[in-house]
């Protein structure tokens, strides 16, 4: 029996503007506030440079209650208390309202894979790919037993060995695991873990944090046994009937790139996750305010 993340609430939020994310990263040391403006809040993490002074972020935020409200942002850097602020929009109406109110874009949308865990089964089944559906019967039939756990905030934790061996292998870095375990503590169930194992050993794992109707998708880990048996197709499979069976209505698999990890994007565009743009990212900061009227200028004309 499967032990289930609690009832979601009706908000669906991204995990960066999340509750859970916030108190995650109050009980992990870093300075983050949640922040009220006209018309929405923020969660934005903080962080001063030495001869740069104070930098805010914001990550896929701010989350509006109606309408964006472009005259909020343009005056929210200084209603902060801070000499640069920097908005990873959510989407192209973001962005829109982010370039009205003097931000500059700094860098391109990225795409995420969301994955809809509504309607039939059978909506979902239809909606793999050939390639993907045959990884899945093959996980099926190789043996592995899936099991699902709340993902227990030890700094010793097997997954997070794994985890630091595989980064510091395919030459990557992300987020801390403090903050993980942070998450893990802050809302008992919200971090939940599913494994596959072959004669009691795990070969591949997958963490999930459940965040309201949403649960993204957080560390994988797959063995050369594991890849073998294509343990990541059934665990996903698993832990969509799982989440959906919990009350979750959709799981964020993270960043779609195909340039950089096309194996990951096919896997994720081949489960029946569809993707979609974010909103890129944006500048505003006190030192470029003559470069800012330059642009919004340009845009006006």
Same mark, same amino acid.
């Given at each position: 029996?499967?032990?289930?993340?609690?009832?979601?609430?009706?908000?669906?939020?991204?995990?960066?503007?999340?509750?859970?994310?916030?108190?995650?990263?109050?009980?992990?040391?870093?300075?983050?506030?949640?922040?009220?403006?006209?018309?929405?809040?923020?969660?934005?993490?903080?962080?001063?440079?030495?001869?740069?002074?104070?930098?805010? *972020?914001? %990550?896929?935020?701010?989350?509006?209650?109606? /309408?964006? &409200?472009?005259? +909020? =942002?343009?005056?929210?850097?200084?209603?902060?208390?801070?000499?640069?602020?920097?908005?990873?929009?959510?989407?192209?109406?973001?962005?829109?309202?982010?370039?009205?109110?003097?931000?500059?874009?700094?860098?391109?949308?990225?795409?995420?894979?969301?994955?809809?865990?509504?309607?039939?089964?059978?909506?979902?089944?239809?909606?793999?790919?050939?390639?993907?559906?045959?990884?899945?019967?093959?996980?099926?039939?190789?043996?592995?037993?899936?099991?699902?756990?709340?993902?227990?905030?030890?700094?010793?934790?097997? *997954?997070? %060995?794994?985890?630091?061996?595989?980064?510091? /292998?395919? &030459?990557?870095? +992300? =987020?801390?695991?403090?903050?993980?375990?942070?998450?893990?503590?802050?809302?008992?169930?919200?971090?939940?873990?599913?494994?596959?194992?072959?004669?009691?050993?795990?070969?591949?794992?997958?963490?999930?944090?459940?965040?309201?109707?949403?649960?993204?998708?957080?560390?994988?880990?797959?063995?050369?046994?594991?890849?073998?048996?294509?343990?990541?197709?059934?665990?996903?499979?698993?832990?969509?009937?799982?989440?959906?069976?919990?009350?979750?209505?959709?799981?964020?698999?993270?960043?779609?790139?195909?340039?950089?990890?096309?194996?990951?994007?096919?896997?994720?565009?081949?489960?029946?996750?569809?993707?979609?743009?974010?909103?890129?990212?944006?500048?505003?900061?006190?030192?470029?305010?003559?470069?800012?009227?330059?642009?919004?200028?340009?845009?006006?004309?």
């Amino acid at each position: 029996m499967f032990d289930f993340a609690p009832s979601p609430p009706a908000t669906a939020l991204p995990l960066q503007q999340s509750p859970l994310f916030a108190d995650a990263l109050t009980a992990a040391g870093v300075d983050a506030i949640s922040h009220v403006l006209p018309g929405g809040r923020a969660l934005v993490i903080r962080r001063r440079w030495p001869g740069i002074g104070t930098v805010g *972020l914001i %990550s896929r935020g701010p989350v509006w209650t109606g /309408r964006r &409200n472009p005259q +909020a =942002l343009a005056g929210l850097r200084r209603a902060l208390g801070i000499r640069h602020l920097i908005v990873n929009a959510e989407d192209a109406a973001d962005a829109a309202a982010l370039r009205q109110a003097g931000f500059l874009r700094i860098a391109a949308p990225r795409e995420v894979a969301e994955l809809s865990l509504q309607g039939p089964r059978e909506a979902w089944w239809a909606a793999m790919s050939v390639k993907w559906r045959n990884r899945l019967r093959h996980g099926q039939k190789s043996g592995l037993v899936v099991t699902q756990n709340a993902f227990r905030p030890d700094p010793a934790h097997w *997954l997070l %060995s794994e985890d630091i061996a595989q980064q510091k /292998r395919l &030459n990557f870095r +992300a =987020l801390p695991h403090a903050v993980t375990l942070a998450m893990a503590s802050a809302l008992p169930g919200a971090a939940q873990l599913f494994t596959a194992r072959a004669a009691g050993r795990p070969v591949a794992a997958m963490l999930f944090l459940c965040h309201g109707p949403v649960a993204s998708y957080h560390i994988g880990w797959s063995s050369e046994k594991g890849r073998a048996n294509s343990a990541h197709n059934l665990l996903l499979w698993q832990t969509m009937q799982s989440l959906s069976a919990a009350g979750h209505q959709r799981i964020d698999l993270g960043a779609h790139n195909p340039d950089d990890a096309p194996g990951l994007a096919r896997f994720k565009r081949g489960s029946g996750a569809r993707t979609r743009p974010l909103g890129g990212t944006w500048a505003c900061s006190a030192t470029l305010g003559p470069v800012q009227s330059i642009a919004e200028w340009w845009h006006r004309t």
